[in-house]
C-alpha cells in the first residue's frame, strides 16, 4: 500500500516568488493536512482538508493557501515568499480526519533565498 | 490558546532501562490523544494513540492517561539505542476540531 506522497522533496525559492508543493494521499484517505515544521517552532498546523472543502486552519497568514481535488490529492501554495517560510512542509493524511491520527508523507525542504 | 507541553530533553536513558516520556495539555475537554516519533531527518511516524483513561499497550510501549490530571505518558520499556529520536505528543481538542502537537522529547538510549 503506497503512503503519502510529496513531491519535489526539495526546493529553493528567491524571496517574492511563489511556490507549489503537492501531496497524494493514501488511497481511501479523504482528509489532507499540512504542517509547517521548524526548529524553533516545532509541528505548526496551517490547514486541513475534507472531501474537497478546508475544514480547519491554522493560524498562518493568507499567503498560505491550499486546495483538495476530487481524488483527494492536495496542493499548498506559498504566495509571496519570506525568508521565514524555509521550513519542512508536511503532508499528512487520515481516514476521517483526526481519530485514527495521521500519517505522515516525507516532507518538502523548503529553502526561500 | 489550547497547549500542548513536553519537556525538551534530551532525556538519556541506558540500554535496557525503561524511558518514560510526560505530556500535559490545557484543554480539560480533548478527547484523544497520539505519540508520534520522530527520527532526525525523517517525518513523524504514529506509534500508539489511546482515548480512555488507564494504559493502552503495545509491543514495548505503554500509553497512560490521566484525563482528570490532564497528562498523557508513554513508557517504552527494554529501551534500545534505536528509539532514540523525538517524541511527540498531539491532542485532539474538545470540538475534534484541531489536532495540536506538543514541541517533542528527544530521548537517547546510551549503549
Same mark, same amino acid.
Given at each position: 500500500?503506497?503512503?503519502?506522497?510529496?513531491?519535489?522533496?526539495?526546493?529553493?525559492?528567491?524571496?517574492?516568488?511563489?511556490?507549489?508543493?503537492?501531496?497524494?494521499?493514501?488511497?481511501?484517505?479523504?482528509?489532507?493536512?499540512?504542517?509547517?515544521?521548524?526548529?524553533?517552532?516545532?509541528?505548526?498546523?496551517?490547514?486541513?482538508?475534507?472531501?474537497?472543502?478546508?475544514?480547519?486552519?491554522?493560524?498562518?497568514?493568507?499567503?498560505?493557501?491550499?486546495?483538495?481535488?476530487?481524488?483527494?490529492?492536495?496542493?499548498?501554495?506559498?504566495?509571496?515568499?519570506?525568508?521565514?517560510?524555509?521550513?519542512?512542509?508536511?503532508?499528512?493524511?487520515?481516514?476521517?480526519?483526526?481519530?485514527?491520527?495521521?500519517?505522515?508523507?516525507?516532507?518538502?525542504?523548503?529553502?526561500?533565498? | 490558546?489550547?497547549?500542548?507541553?513536553?519537556?525538551?530533553?534530551?532525556?538519556?536513558?541506558?540500554?535496557?532501562?525503561?524511558?518514560?516520556?510526560?505530556?500535559?495539555?490545557?484543554?480539560?475537554?480533548?478527547?484523544? +490523544?497520539?505519540?508520534?516519533?520522530?527520527?532526525?531527518?525523517?517525518?513523524?511516524?504514529?506509534?500508539?494513540?489511546?482515548?480512555?483513561?488507564?494504559?493502552?499497550?503495545?509491543?514495548? +510501549?505503554?500509553?497512560?492517561?490521566?484525563?482528570?490530571?490532564?497528562?498523557?505518558?508513554?513508557?517504552?520499556?527494554?529501551?534500545?539505542?534505536?528509539?532514540?529520536?523525538?517524541?511527540?505528543?498531539?491532542?485532539?481538542?474538545?470540538?475534534?476540531?484541531?489536532?495540536? +502537537?506538543?514541541?517533542?522529547?528527544?530521548?537517547?538510549?546510551?549503549?
Amino acid at each position: 500500500k503506497a503512503g503519502v506522497t510529496q513531491t519535489p522533496r526539495y526546493l529553493i525559492k528567491t524571496r517574492g516568488q511563489q511556490v507549489t508543493l503537492s501531496c497524494s494521499p493514501i488511497s481511501g484517505h479523504r482528509s489532507v493536512s499540512w504542517y509547517q515544521q521548524t526548529p524553533g517552532q516545532g509541528l505548526q498546523f496551517l490547514f486541513e482538508y475534507f472531501s474537497e472543502t478546508q475544514r480547519n486552519k491554522g493560524n498562518f497568514p493568507g499567503r498560505f493557501s491550499g486546495r483538495q481535488f476530487s481524488n483527494s490529492r492536495s496542493e499548498m501554495n506559498v504566495s509571496t515568499l519570506e525568508l521565514g517560510d524555509s521550513a519542512l512542509y508536511l503532508c499528512a493524511s487520515s481516514l476521517d480526519g483526526l481519530n485514527y491520527g495521521y500519517t505522515f508523507g516525507s516532507g518538502t525542504r523548503l529553502t526561500v533565498v | 490558546q489550547k497547549e500542548v507541553e513536553q519537556n525538551s530533553g534530551p532525556l538519556s536513558v541506558p540500554e535496557g532501562a525503561i524511558a518514560s516520556l510526560n505530556c500535559t495539555y490545557s484543554d480539560r475537554g480533548s478527547q484523544s +490523544f497520539f505519540w508520534y516519533r520522530q527520527y532526525s531527518g525523517k517525518s513523524p511516524e504514529l506509534i500508539m494513540f489511546i482515548y480512555s483513561n488507564g494504559d493502552k499497550e503495545d509491543g514495548r +510501549f505503554t500509553a497512560q492517561l490521566n484525563k482528570a490530571s490532564q497528562y498523557v505518558s508513554l513508557l517504552i520499556r527494554d529501551s534500545q539505542p534505536s528509539d532514540s529520536a523525538t517524541y511527540l505528543c498531539a491532542v485532539i481538542d474538545n470540538y475534534g476540531q484541531n489536532f495540536v +502537537f506538543g514541541p517533542g522529547t528527544r530521548l537517547s538510549v546510551l549503549p
